[in-house]
């Protein structure tokens, strides 16, 4: 199957509907993107961000990676904030983990994963710094939804502490970055109650999590 003609009838079939449903759709689209949110994603493919949220094309600037993680020497993360900041001017900025990570289950078993360690090396940092509470949590199921939640947290922090999200902050542009969880399990999102909107809200929050 060198083409993968189903996937390529699939995307007529997906482009003729929509064109039904709405003509100049495609020719619209084609313009200008303007989205208000930036989404920083798991690549996991049971967690698409336009889906989740029922948004079109056009409407969510997307970045993905294993376990949603905002890492200061990923430039491709970085690239993908400023532009959103910068050039598309959007005003949110969504980190969105889920239940039943596979990332920080890797993270939290502790075996080896080969090049993969060097990623989850980041989630197993912040087990490290909220140990105690997690150790707690005799139940592993309870132990890593924990996990998933703390990492998403952390993430909010590593947006806010982004060079192009503090100056926006600082030159009085209107930017909200928060923190969900997405259920895979009933499809339903969580606000995680992390939403900041300036850098002091963003130091608070850090010594709430501390």
Known sequence: M???KNLF????????????KDPEF????????????????????????????DLAPGEIFVHRNIANLVVHSDLNCLSVIQFAV???????????GHYGCGGVRAALSGENHGL????IQHIREIYRQHHSVLDAKS?????????CELNVKEQVWNVCQTTF???AWKSGAELNVHGWIYDISDGILKDLGVTVT?????????????
């Open 26 to 53: 495609f020719s619209r689209l084609s313009h200008q993107q303007t989205p208000q949110y930036l989404w920083i994603g798991c690549s996991d493919s049971r967690v698409p961000a336009t889906e989740i949220v």
């Open 139 to 147: 139940d592993e199921s309870e132990r890593h939804r924990l996990l």
């Open 86 to 96: 910068d050039v598309l001017k959007v005003k949110h900025i969504i980190v969105c």
């Open 2 to 4: 060198r083409t993968l």
């Open 9 to 20: 009838d699939r995307n007529r079939e997906w482009a003729a509907g929509i064109k039904e």
């Open 116 to 119: 993969m360690d060097n990623w």
């Open 165 to 167: 999200v503090k100056e």
């Open 198 to 210: 300036d850098y002091a809200e963003a130091s608070a929050m850090r010594a709430r999590l501390s």
